[in-house]
C-alpha cells in the first residue's frame, strides 16, 4: 500500500514536472528569428529594386550592393546585362566626356546630360551583346593572341606600354586588361564579323552586280575611269576622283596589292574582292625599286569602288529580330530603328 502510494506519488510529481517546465527559448524563437530575417531581406531588396529601375538610383554605396546582388538593366535573347555594369559605365564615361580631349573627339556640342549618358550607355550595351551574340553564330572567335597583336600595333604607334597606359588611366580610369576587354576585343570582333558578311555572296548579290555593271562601262571605254570613281565611288576616294595614292607592298589589302603590282601603267583589271568590297584597279604610275634610298618598287593607283554590305546595316537588319527588353523606367528599345530611345 505504501509502495502503490509512493510510485503513484512519484508518478503524479513526474507528469506534473513535464507539463510544468517552460520550453527552451532556442525552440520557437530560432524559426521566428530567421522569418523576421527573410522579410527584412526581402523589404530591402524590393526597396533597392524600386530605387534602382524606379529611380535609377547610382550612388556608390548601390554601386557596391549590386555588384554582390547582380539586377539585371536589360535581357537580350535571354542573356542579363546587369546594373552593376551600366553604373560602371555611365560613371567612366560621364568622366571621360569631362576630359576635353575625349569630348571634342567626340563631335558632340555640350556634355550629355544624365538622361541623355543613360540612353548612350544602354544602348552600347545592348548592341555590344548583339555584336556578341551574332559573331558567335558566325563563329567569330578573338583569340588571345589576336588582342595581344592588336595592342602591340598600338603601343608601337603610341610609343611606349607606360604611355598607353597612361593616357588609358587620364581619359577613362582605366587599367589595361579593362580597356584590352571594352575596346580592343570588341574592335577585334567587330572587324571580323565585317569580313564574315563581307564573304557573303547572298549578302553581297546587289553589290556585285553593281560592280560587274560598272565593269562594263570600263571596259566598253566611252567613260573616263576617273569620272566614273568620282561619280560612284563609295568611300573618301569620291572626292579624289578614286585616287589611292602610292603605296608599297604589305602596306594595303594582300589580295589589292597582288593585283595592282601585276598590271600595266594605264591598264585596268577585272573586278578585285577584298573585305572592304568590289574595286576595279587602274595603274596610273609605277615607281622602280631605288636601292641607295633604301626604297622598295611602289605603285599609284586609281579604283572604282563598290563598298561590301556594311556591318552596321546588317547589324540593324538582325537587331530587328532579336528579343530585347529593358528594365529601367525611361529607357526602351525601340525595335524598329534598332537602339534604346528614351520613353515618352
Known amino acids: 500500500m505504501a509502495k502503490n502510494s509512493i510510485r503513484t506519488a512519484s508518478s503524479v510529481s513526474l507528469h506534473s514536472n513535464q507539463a510544468g517546465t517552460p520550453p527552451r527559448p532556442g525552440k520557437r524563437t530560432g524559426p521566428i528569428v530567421l522569418g523576421v530575417i527573410i522579410i527584412i531581406v526581402l523589404i530591402g531588396l524590393l526597396v533597392l529594386a524600386v530605387g534602382v529601375y524606379g529611380y535609377h538610383w547610382r550612388t556608390p554605396t548601390v554601386k557596391n550592393i549590386v555588384r554582390v546582388v547582380p539586377l539585371p538593366v536589360a535581357i537580350v535573347n535571354g542573356q542579363g546585362l546587369w546594373y552593376y ?20 573627339a567626340s563631335g558632340l556640342t555640350q556634355r550629355p546630360t544624365a538622361a541623355e549618358l543613360e540612353v548612350i550607355v ?54 589595361l586588361p579593362t580597356f584590352q576587354k571594352r575596346v580592343v576585343e570588341p574592335f577585334l570582333i567587330r572587324q571580323q564579323l565585317q569580313e564574315k558578311i563581307s564573304a557573303d555572296e547572298n549578302l553581297n548579290a546587289d553589290q556585285k552586280k553593281k560592280a560587274e555593271a560598272l565593269l562594263g562601262r570600263v571596259e566598253a571605254g566611252q567613260e573616263e575611269f576617273q569620272a566614273i570613281a568620282r561619280s560612284v565611288n563609295e568611300d573618301v ?4 576622283d578614286g585616287d589611292l595614292g602610292v603605296f608599297g607592298r604589305g602596306e594595303r589589302d594582300a589580295t589589292l596589292e597582288q593585283a595592282a603590282f601585276s598590271l600595266e601603267v594605264g591598264k585596268t583589271s ?31 593607283v586609281a579604283h572604282i ?3 561590301a554590305k556594311p556591318l552596321d546595316e546588317w547589324l540593324f537588319e ?20 534598332g537602339r534604346v530611345a528614351a520613353s515618352p
Open 85 to 104: 555594369d551600366f553604373v560602371d559605365a555611365y560613371d567612366t564615361l560621364d568622366y571621360a566626356y569631362s576630359q576635353p580631349e575625349v569630348f571634342q
Open 122 to 175: 544602354l544602348d552600347r550595351m545592348i548592341k555590344d551583346r548583339l555584336v556578341r551574340q551574332l559573331a558567335s553564330r558566325q563563329k567569330v572567335v578573338v583569340s588571345r593572341a589576336e588582342i595581344d597583336a592588336e595592342m602591340k600595333k598600338l603601343i608601337e604607334q603610341s610609343g611606349s606600354k607606360a604611355e598607353v597606359e597612361q593616357k588609358i588611366r587620364s581619359l577613362y580610369r582605366w587599367d
Open 237 to 240: 576616294t569620291k572626292s579624289t
Open 270 to 300: 577585272g573586278i578585285v574582292r577584298t573585305s572592304q568590297g568590289f574595286h576595279i584597279l587602274k595603274l596610273l604610275e609605277k615607281i622602280p625599286a631605288d636601292e641607295q634610298a633604301g626604297q622598295d618598287e611602289r605603285v599609284h
Open 305 to 307: 569602288f563598290i563598298s
Open 318 to 337: 538582325q537587331s530587328k529580330r532579336q528579343r530585347v527588353a529593358t528594365l529601367i523606367a525611361g529607357l526602351r528599345w525601340d525595335s524598329q530603328n
